[in-house]
């Protein structure tokens, strides 16, 4: 009985991601999710910041948009030999983060055209998410679903990934317990990486999914 709630929960939650949970009729998690809100903090404007503004310089080499998602505050993105981002976003008194590295694909295309021996650009997006998974899992095999056609539209992306995982205890990670990481690749453009960490697969996860699912995408041709 325990291993089939858990099966649920993670259905669930890759389903919540893709945007079609509120579809879904469950009634006990959308009791929970109907309670009324605790009031937000107020959070403060982050687009003076240098670590935004050197964010902000990766989405327009990548030709990616970029919605702060209200409820949500900066802090200070990992950037070590293990884990390499480029911005990260917290729910104050929350156990929930969000961590983005967004990458061009031009200069990779642009030496791929000198030689074509190399791997094809537009595929590294698989690599860079299994690296990353095994990275905050210790494990090369992780649960991994490929995005539908219909939500990578959402996003104007070609091709993506989504990984549920259980991390190891790592200082790195502030000792979260779980995450969802999600790759998306443009074509010819660039790649998107986010990953968001809780300590419960619970509905509040969900619901904080949800409130940041469409802060990224690829910017119309």
């Avoid at 503004?53 to 409820?71: D, E, H, R, Y």
Wanted: contains cysteine; positive net charge.
């Amino acid at each position: 009985m325990k291993q089939i709630k858990y099966i649920l929960l993670q259905f669930m939650l890759f389903l919540c991601f893709t945007g079609v949970f509120a579809q879904v009729k469950h009634p006990q998690y959308i009791a929970k999710l109907k309670r009324k809100p605790a009031a937000a903090q107020p959070v403060k404007s982050i687009k003076g910041t240098e670590q935004f503004k050197a964010f902000s310089q990766l989405l327009a080499s990548a030709n990616v948009a970029f919605t702060p998602p209200i409820g949500f505050r900066e802090i200070p993105a990992i950037n070590n030999e293990d884990f390499s981002f480029d911005y990260a976003l917290e729910i104050p008194g929350q156990e929930f983060e969000i961590w983005f590295q967004v990458k061009s694909l031009r200069e990779n295309w642009l030496s791929y055209e000198r030689n074509h021996e190399q791997e094809n650009p537009d595929s590294s997006y698989l690599k860079m998410g299994q690296a990353q998974a095994s990275a905050f899992t210790g494990e090369q095999s992780n649960f991994v679903r490929a995005i539908p056609a219909n939500v990578l539209a959402r996003y104007k992306a070609d091709a993506g990934k989504s990984y549920l995982l259980n991390l190891l205890d790592l200082p790195e990670t502030k000792h979260y317990k779980y995450a969802l990481l999600i790759t998306l690749q443009r074509n010819h453009t660039g790649t998107i990486m986010a990953v968001c960490f809780t300590n419960e697969k619970d509905p509040e996860f969900f619901k904080n999914i949800d409130k940041a699912s469409n802060c990224l995408k690829f910017k119309p041709h």
